[in-house]
């Protein structure tokens, strides 16, 4: 079992960038494919990207692709999401989630941290 934390949201004005990162306080990451998914106002949760215990390979939603990168330290126990070209429309609690899996646009996970703000306003 692995116990996740996040942090780095904030407020950042449209364009902007933000960078999230995850720890895990209890456990080791190395084993999982981990990642991040958002819980935006009014809307569904969904699986914005993940990344393989090696690293070698992730993935992105379509919406958030080119303008996010995921990576991790297995060293530290982290997972990072470099966020870039911020619109309004991402605006969500974002949740570090391990034992993520992807099944085409279809994302679950097992373990999930309490989630970090992200508001993106002029």
């Known amino acids: 079992q692995v116990q996740l934390v996040e942090s780095g949201g904030g407020?950042?004005?449209?364009?902007?960038?933000?960078r999230l990162s995850c720890v895990a306080s209890r456990g080791a990451m190395d084993r999982y494919t981990v990642g991040w998914f958002r819980q935006a106002p009014g809307k569904e949760r969904e699986g914005v990207s993940c990344i393989t215990s090696s690293g070698h390979r992730s993935w992105y939603q379509e919406s958030v692709k080119g303008r996010f990168t995921i990576s991790r330290d297995n060293a530290k126990n982290m997972v990072?999401?470099?966020?870039?070209?911020?619109?309004p429309e991402d605006t969500a609690v974002y949740l570090c989630v391990a034992d993520c899996r992807v099944y085409g646009n279809y994302y679950e996970a097992d373990y999930w941290g309490q989630g970090t703000?992200?508001?993106v306003s002029s």
């Open 11 to 18: 407020l950042v004005q449209p364009g902007g960038s933000l």
């Open 80 to 87: 990072f999401l470099q966020m870039d070209n911020l619109e």
């Open 117 to 119: 703000q992200v508001t």
